[in-house]
Each structure stands twice: as structure tokens, then as C-alpha cells.
T-cell receptor
Framework: EAGVAQSPRYKIIEKRQSVAFWCNPI?????LYWYQQILGQGPKLLIQ????????DSQLPKDRFSAERLKGVDSTLKIQPAKLEDSAVYLC??????????????FGAGTRLSVL | DAKTTQPNSMESNEEEPVHLPCNHS???????IHWYRQLPSQGPEYVIH???SNVNNRMASLAIAEDRKSSTLILHRATLRDAAVYYC???????????????FGTGTRLKVLA
């Protein structure tokens, strides 16, 4: 079974530029999560989808961050414009809502963003 | 905020057992206790979870206190590859039927000495 795929692995941009990250979850997983992990901290949930609907985006800075999962499969997270404090690893995870592995999250390797 | 408390760091010798503690004094009756670990430069990976009874799998064992206010992740024989940050997390609440939200704390950084 293929895992969660994320791209790119690394991205370096200057402040005020835009950037987008892509995630392809495990096949059949209805729930998709985007996390931000700043160096030395645990992952912080930004947004959670179930199929193509948002179920929680309370921690998403909506003035600059946006995310979509149009067909209920893969997802993109965008930052526009980026700030220095957005430098972090952006992790995507997915989980199923049924079966023996219900609610167990499977993570991708993440995208490391550096904003200069 | 995270609903769990863990030590910032621990050390263990290779091939010895490791007991990683977690306090969750505000746990509710239906909260599962989940453990994940994050190896360097990787995303977190699932380790184990439980509700009331102790649990074992190929990676670790989970011992849950009778009052469920604390739990311990047990690695029976630590190897160098077990060096990671270990997170103990509770689900934060039901956001939609069958879907829960989880909040990660800062975890315990485990160092394994050769």
C-alpha cells in the first residue's frame, strides 16, 4: 500500500512570495489533515477535511493560507504572501473513518519551507 | 492546548527497556490514548493506542493506569533506530461523525546510547 505522498520536499522562497504544497493521501482515506511543524515544536493542525468538505480550520491563518480538496482525494495548501514566520515543515496526513485502523493518522514526509 | 504532559527528554542504553510516561489527568471516559513517534527528518508514525486495557503490538506495549490519568509506552529493547520524539496524544473532540481532532504537544525526545 502506497503511503501519503507530498511534494515538493523542500522549498525556498523570499518573503511576500507565494508557495503551494501538494498532498496525495492513502487511497480510500476520507480524512486529510495539514499540519505546520515549527522547529522544536510538535505538529500544529491547520486544517482537516473529510472527503471534500472542511471539518476544522480554526487554526488556519485565513488571511494568507488557503487549502482545497476539490475531488475529495488530493489536496493543495497555499500561502500567499509568505512571511518569515511561515518557515516550517508542512505535514500532510490521512486516516480512514472505518475499519480496524479507524482514526489512525498516516503522515507524509513533509515539505520543508524556508522563507528568506 | 495539548491535553497531555510528557518529560522533554529521556535517555536509554541500547537493548534495555524504556518506559516513556504520559500524564493525562483530564481524560474523559471515551478518549483513546494514542502514541506516535517522529524520527529525524520524517513525519510522525503511529505506534500504538488504547482505551482501558494494556495493549501490545510489534512495536511497543502500552500500559494504562487503572484511573486512566496516566499511561506508559514501553519499548522492550531499545535500539539506535528508536531514537525519536515520542508523542502521547488524546483526541480533542468529535468534529464530524467518525472524525476526531488531535492536538500534539512537544513530546519526549528519546536518546538511545550505544
Amino acid at each position: 500500500e502506497a503511503g501519503v505522498a507530498q511534494s515538493p520536499r523542500y522549498k525556498i522562497i523570499e518573503k511576500r512570495q507565494s508557495v503551494a504544497f501538494w498532498c496525495n493521501p492513502i487511497s480510500g482515506h476520507a480524512t486529510l489533515y495539514w499540519y505546520q511543524q515549527i522547529l522544536g515544536q510538535g505538529p500544529k493542525l491547520l486544517i482537516q477535511f473529510q472527503n471534500n468538505g472542511v471539518v476544522d480550520d480554526s487554526q488556519l491563518p485565513k488571511d494568507r493560507f488557503s487549502a482545497e480538496r476539490l475531488k475529495g482525494v488530493d489536496s493543495t495548501l497555499k500561502i500567499q504572501p509568505a512571511k518569515l514566520e511561515d518557515s516550517a515543515v508542512y505535514l500532510c496526513a490521512s486516516s480512514s473513518v472505518g475499519g480496524s485502523a479507524k482514526n489512525i493518522q498516516y503522515f507524509g514526509a513533509g515539505t520543508r519551507l524556508s522563507v528568506l | 492546548d495539548a491535553k497531555t504532559t510528557q518529560p522533554n527528554s529521556m535517555e536509554s542504553n541500547e537493548e534495555e527497556p524504556v518506559h516513556l510516561p504520559c500524564n493525562h489527568s483530564t481524560i474523559s471516559g471515551t478518549d483513546y490514548i494514542h502514541w506516535y513517534r517522529q524520527l529525524p527528518s520524517q513525519g510522525p508514525e503511529y505506534v500504538i493506542h488504547g482505551l482501558t486495557s494494556n495493549v501490545n503490538n510489534r512495536m511497543a506495549s502500552l500500559a494504562i493506569a487503572e484511573d486512566r490519568k496516566s499511561s506508559t509506552l514501553i519499548l522492550h529493547r531499545a535500539t539506535l533506530r528508536d531514537a525519536a520524539v515520542y508523542y502521547c496524544i488524546l483526541r480533542d473532540g468529535l468534529v464530524r461523525s467518525g472524525t476526531y481532532k488531535y492536538i500534539f504537544g512537544t513530546g519526549t525526545r528519546l536518546k538511545v546510547l550505544a
